[in-house]
């Protein structure tokens, strides 16, 4: 099967062999098929090694998920736009304040999709229906006081 010659030749082209009944020989291959073993001893003997290898290190710092860090304190203080997008983006989440101020905070951000449609008649009196979706982003934030009240904020 190695040549298109010997394919020509001796092997029967499939519309001729699919009536039933039809018995045909398939040639054997030349080709002796060939086993193959690993060189490493003990694979046991190698982990150290490569969990303390710098392209392993360099993989798995790449395959961990990002954090989001913000650093340091803003120049001015933030607006209830700014604070909602911090919290809808996950960077607020944890602790917030100290002591009677202490909370526990989580924000996300809810995304729907608004479809609405609309009728327009042309001037030939047919009628055109335009769909169209809107995205919609809310925020819900929920809040744990001191006192242990757990508020949800839409």
Not at 9 to 28: H, L, Q, S, Y
Not at 65 to 83: K, M, T, V, Y
Request: charged letters at 25%; hydrophobic letters at 35%; a positive charge.
């Amino acid at each position: 099967m190695e040549s298109d010659e010997f394919v020509l030749e001796k092997v029967t082209p499939i519309d001729r062999f699919v009536t039933a009944g039809k018995k045909w020989n398939v040639p054997t291959g030349v080709e002796e098929l060939k086993t193959f073993y690993t060189k490493l001893a003990n694979k046991c003997d190698y982990v150290d090694s490569i969990r303390q290898s710098k392209g392993f290190q360099a993989f798995m710092n790449r395959s961990k998920p990002r954090q989001l860090e913000i650093g340091g304190n803003p120049i001015l203080p933030l607006n209830s736009g700014q604070l909602a997008l911090l919290l809808a983006s996950g960077a607020v989440n944890g602790e917030i304040g100290e002591g009677d101020n202490y909370h526990l905070v989580q924000g996300l951000e809810i995304v729907k999709k608004i479809p609405s449609t609309e009728r327009k008649v042309n001037e030939s009196g047919s009628v055109s229906v335009i769909t169209k979706i809107k995205t919609r982003r809310e925020v819900s934030v929920k809040v744990i006081t001191p006192n242990g009240v757990i508020m949800k904020l839409v």
